[in-house]
């Protein structure tokens, strides 16, 4: 399950891959915790809600948290979680958050983690800003701060491009979609292709991946469990429609930019952007020109601000893809200080 697409090869893998492909790494791997499709047996760090709708015909259900404060402030956060992440692994910024007032609701979005993985779904991050959508509203929430990462930076996006009047302010941690991948070359890859490369996820291939895009070189402790947490689905009963729902949503990712739409974004723009990440769908399986071309993330940061008309950048000099879990301290300082630019409602 990887944001810039399986690696092959000791160069790619370094720079743009979960799946390393290797049978070693499967069998290697089989002594750790093994999840069911939809992540049962994991635990998250408040209780798991669900709620049921029909889309495209199917019934469904989202599962998401829903923590309010001791002492409310009047906002509503909603948090948006990347291709590799979960709902879970907002743990830290929830908590800050709660603690400083606001009521924090995570989803996990349908294909991932908790949520319904259908066999077949036409996934467009306009159908997952409807689910979205339609999860709020059920739960009578009329404006949000949308803070998004990675690919919840995508469909942040293109949530408040559909929903302005309801986003109060868009935060934006390292997203990906700041540039277009097949435009600049990467080569497109079948849903079939995807998939394969997917069902050979292996703890020891996120792990290799992670350290080298999310954490600039390093490693802690404390990033162990989110790598189990993505491997352990594999390892399950369910890898089959786990990696299928995968597959189906990389190929989302590939063809529908939103970078072509920053200008159009009416509402405040808080871009938090870890400079030393390296992140693109696809980069391994670029031709190395293309590949020397993508994922500059201080270059991509700064274009963003430039076209987004309300937008304030702040940048992590030392961190990567996952700067909210590299350095909680830094990054939620910057997060709330950019909240507090945008008045709560009361």
């Not at 990712?253 to 030393?276: C, N, R």
């Amino acid at each position: 399950m990887s944001e810039a697409s399986p690696g092959a090869g000791n160069a790619a893998e370094s720079q743009a891959g979960l799946v390393t492909g290797a049978a070693t790494d499967a069998a290697a791997d089989a002594g750790g915790p093994a999840y069911g499709p939809e992540l049962q047996g994991f635990t998250y760090p408040a209780p798991v809600e669900r709620f049921n709708f029909t889309s495209q015909g199917v019934p469904l259900q989202m599962a998401y948290m829903d923590v309010k404060p001791a002492h409310p402030n009047g906002r509503t956060v909603v948090l948006l979680h990347g291709k590799n992440f979960c709902a879970a692994t907002w743990d830290a910024t929830i908590h800050r958050l709660s603690d400083a007032g606001d009521r924090v609701i995570a989803p996990d979005q349908i294909g991932f983690c908790k949520s319904s993985k259908p066999e077949h779904y036409q996934y467009s991050f306009q159908q997952l800003a409807r689910n979205t959508h339609a999860l709020l509203e059920s739960l009578g929430v009329t404006q949000a701060t949308m803070i998004g990462h990675s690919t919840g930076g995508m469909l942040a996006i293109r949530y408040a491009l559909m929903y302005p009047r309801e986003t109060q302010q868009l935060v934006l941690v390292n997203p990906i979609g700041l540039e277009d991948w097949k435009a600049k070359g990467v080569p497109s890859l079948s849903v079939d292709q995807w998939y394969e490369r997917e069902l050979k996820t292996s703890a020891d291939g996120i792990r290799r991946y992670e350290q080298s895009t999310y954490y600039a070189g390093q490693w802690r402790a404390d990033y162990e469990p989110w790598v189990q947490m993505l491997a352990g689905m594999y390892r399950g009963p369910g890898k089959q429609i786990v990696a299928w729902n995968s597959a189906l949503l990389y190929d989302m990712i590939y063809t529908q930019p939103v970078v072509y739409e920053l200008g159009q974004l009416s509402m405040p723009t808080l871009l938090l952007i870890g400079q030393k990440d390296t992140t693109a769908i696809g980069k391994d399986a670029a031709p190395p020109d293309v590949r020397a071309k993508l994922g500059h993330y201080p270059e991509l940061g700064k274009a963003a601000a430039k076209a987004i008309p309300h937008a304030t950048l702040v940048e992590f000099a030392g961190l990567g893809h996952a700067p909210q879990m590299q350095d909680p301290q830094a990054f939620h300082q910057a997060l709330l200080d950019g909240m507090a630019a945008v008045p709560a409602n009361r």
